[in-house]
């Protein structure tokens, strides 16, 4: 499907040209470009005409989440036919596990989700693996975080039709593998249940809830339905794709070949602390480990699991992880908004995440094999996009390098305003210069904002104009 952008405004000002010229720079393939506009511009309206025009998938990526969401927001009404999709951290309180070991203090890994967040991170990797190209992505930095590996996303895929030969059981059973749970009570996303030959499944992706008849070893019918009141929203005569409800899903086998492989480094890295004399690192990595073992044996899952991704990716130890920009096309299109922000934040999140693992590593809280679970490396992240554009008022040396210091310029805001002057005086008298300018300004009946260096100054400030009055 191609994009559909719906606006009641026409580019005006400096749009028309900085969009003729992003479109022409992506067509003809060029890896790197700078929009420099200014506050007010219209920057935002200017991208959605160039990925529209473009029409390739697109990752739009800004350095905090309140950009993030406002950005959301504004993409979703320009194309409210296409996809919009928000991937952000969805934590809203994470305390990561960490060991302090000058005062022999361990903090325990402490978090709270946000299920809504982590419904549309879903949505975003279910969309993507779709196949569909007209889809825009609005995300923080945490999209260079360590997720599930794609292929093993996609293999997990269960597709659902009417008239398929289809056991009931059979189909339980691959509902737990994708990690839904069995509910007799509280019906939520992740989740399925099961009355006679009638299963109700919640994808953890959606609002609504699928309901399949069985007849026989035969699949009836399928209907979306209202997950509250089990009211029959449309046949889903052309079946339905059911994605996991988790990002780290994996199948049996690999599973069983990570455990081992865990298993044997555990063995490993005991032998090690023993062979140093550090008997107390030596039983807490055995301890740890074989409790995560358990877990994982009898669950699917542990808590802290993503530490172990490395053996159910099946990559090598120093590799990198899988993230978001592996579920994307080679060919999509990466637009960095305020790029002078989130260039520098994305460079610096690996060094970070790895001085607290090294320390949880050396003291046996956990194996070496926790590095593996980390955000890209700057040189990582360079190397995952063929086309960008970088957006920002000011952009810096790195954005101008990767574009060979040539900018499109949008200077010109599309409502004609230009930026208020700017008067600079001397310090001398400045007090009484500024009474003069407020007297003026309040017989026009106008209010007056002072901003000061410090607090002192400002409450110094107001006490002497209030002598005054």
Same mark, same amino acid.
């Given at each position: 499907?191609?994009?559909?952008?719906?606006?009641?405004?026409? =580019?005006?000002?400096?749009?028309?040209?900085?969009?003729? %010229?992003?479109?022409?720079? #992506?067509?003809?393939?060029?890896?790197?470009?700078?929009?420099?506009?200014?506050?007010?511009?219209?920057?935002?309206?200017?991208?959605?005409?160039?990925?529209? /025009?473009?029409?390739?998938?697109?990752?739009?990526?800004?350095?905090?989440?309140?950009?993030?969401?406002?950005?959301?927001?504004?993409?979703?009404?320009?194309?409210?036919?296409?996809?919009?999709?928000?991937?952000?951290?969805?934590?809203?309180?994470?305390?990561?596990?960490?060991?302090?070991?000058?005062?022999?203090?361990?903090? /325990?890994?402490?978090?709270?989700?946000?299920?809504?967040?982590?419904?549309?991170?879903?949505?975003?990797?279910?969309?993507?693996?779709?196949?569909?190209?007209?889809?825009?992505?609005?995300?923080?930095?945490?999209?260079?975080?360590?997720?599930?590996?794609?292929?093993?996303?996609?293999?997990?895929? !269960?597709?659902?039709?009417?008239?398929?030969?289809?056991?009931?059981?059979?189909?339980?059973?691959?509902?737990?593998?994708?990690?839904?749970?069995?509910? /007799?009570?509280?019906?939520?996303?992740?989740?399925?249940?099961?009355?006679?030959?009638? #299963?109700?499944?919640?994808?953890?992706?959606? @609002?609504?809830?699928?309901?399949?008849?069985?007849?026989?070893? $035969?699949? $009836?019918?399928?209907? %979306? !339905?209202?997950?509250?009141?089990?009211?029959?929203?449309?046949?889903?005569?052309?079946?339905?794709?059911?994605? =996991?409800?988790?990002?780290?899903?994996?199948?049996?086998?690999?599973?069983?070949?990570?455990?081992?492989?865990?298993?044997?480094?555990?063995?490993?890295?005991?032998?090690?602390?023993?062979?140093?004399?550090?008997?107390?690192?030596?039983?807490?990595?055995? *301890?740890?480990?074989?409790?995560?073992?358990?877990?994982?044996?009898?669950?699917?899952?542990?808590?802290g699991i993503e530490n172990y991704s490395r053996y159910f990716d099946r990559r090598t130890p120093g590799s990198r992880p899988f993230c978001l920009l592996d579920?994307?096309?080679?060919?999509?299109?990466?637009? #960095?908004? *305020?790029?002078?922000?989130?260039?520098?934040?994305?460079?610096?999140?690996?060094?970070?995440?790895?001085?607290?693992?090294?320390?949880?590593?050396?003291?046996?809280?956990?194996?070496?094999?926790a590095l593996d679970n980390r955000p890209l490396t700057f040189n990582e992240f360079e190397s995952m996009y063929q086309q960008a554009v970088y957006v920002s008022?000011?952009?810096?040396?790195?954005?101008?390098?990767?574009?060979?210091?040539?900018?499109? &310029?949008?200077?010109?805001? =599309?409502?004609?305003?230009? @930026?208020? &002057?700017?008067?600079?005086?001397?310090?001398?008298?400045?007090?009484?210069?500024?009474?003069? $300018?407020?007297?003026?300004?309040?017989?026009?009946?106008?209010?007056?904002?002072?901003?000061?260096?410090?607090?002192?100054?400002?409450?110094?400030?107001?006490?002497?104009?209030?002598?005054?009055?």
């Amino acid at each position: 499907m191609d994009y559909q952008l719906t606006s009641e405004f026409q =580019p005006t000002g400096d749009q028309p040209t900085a969009i003729a %010229k992003l479109v022409e720079g #992506v067509n003809n393939g060029e890896h790197a470009q700078v929009l420099l506009g200014a506050t007010g511009t219209g920057k935002t309206f200017t991208m959605a005409n160039v990925i529209a /025009e473009t029409g390739k998938p697109a990752l739009v990526l800004c350095h905090n989440k309140t950009l993030a969401a406002q950005l959301y927001g504004e993409f979703k009404a320009f194309f409210p036919n296409n996809a919009v999709e928000y991937y952000i951290s969805y934590y809203d309180y994470y305390q990561p596990e960490a060991y302090i070991a000058s005062t022999d203090v361990f903090i /325990e890994k402490d978090l709270a989700i946000n299920a809504e967040i982590e419904k549309l991170r879903l949505h975003t990797t279910s969309t993507l693996l779709s196949g569909r190209r007209d889809v825009i992505v609005i995300a923080s930095v945490s999209c260079i975080y360590g997720i599930g590996n794609p292929e093993e996303f996609a293999k997990n895929v !269960i597709f659902l039709k009417p008239g398929m030969r289809y056991t009931r059981n059979n189909l339980l059973y691959q509902f737990v593998q994708i990690l839904y749970s069995r509910t /007799e009570v509280e019906f939520t996303r992740g989740s399925f249940r099961v009355k006679g030959d009638t #299963v109700d499944v919640f994808p953890a992706y959606a @609002d609504h809830a699928f309901r399949i008849y069985f007849f026989g070893d $035969e699949i $009836e019918s399928v209907h %979306k !339905i209202d997950p509250v009141s089990g009211k029959k929203l449309s046949d889903e005569a052309n079946g339905v794709a059911l994605y =996991p409800a988790n990002l780290f899903v994996t199948g049996k086998e690999t599973l069983n070949t990570a455990i081992k492989e865990i298993q044997d480094d555990m063995v490993h890295q005991h032998a090690y602390f023993e062979k140093e004399g550090r008997d107390s690192e030596a039983k807490r990595i055995m *301890e740890r480990t074989e409790f995560d073992l358990e877990m994982i044996r009898e669950l699917g899952y542990c808590s802290g699991i993503e530490n172990y991704s490395r053996y159910f990716d099946r990559r090598t130890p120093g590799s990198r992880p899988f993230c978001l920009l592996d579920y994307f096309p080679d060919d999509y299109l990466l637009v #960095v908004d *305020e790029s002078h922000a989130t260039m520098p934040q994305i460079r610096a999140m690996w060094g970070g995440d790895r001085s607290r693992k090294t320390a949880l590593i050396e003291y046996g809280f956990r194996l070496p094999s926790a590095l593996d679970n980390r955000p890209l490396t700057f040189n990582e992240f360079e190397s995952m996009y063929q086309q960008a554009v970088y957006v920002s008022a000011t952009p810096a040396d790195y954005e101008l390098a990767q574009a060979g210091g040539v900018v499109v &310029e949008q200077v010109i805001r =599309p409502t004609g305003l230009l @930026d208020p &002057e700017i008067d600079i005086r001397p310090s001398i008298n400045q007090i009484d210069d500024l009474l003069d $300018e407020v007297d003026e300004r309040v017989k026009m009946g106008d209010r007056v904002l002072v901003t000061t260096l410090t607090k002192r100054m400002a409450e110094d400030l107001t006490d002497y104009y209030r002598e005054l009055a």
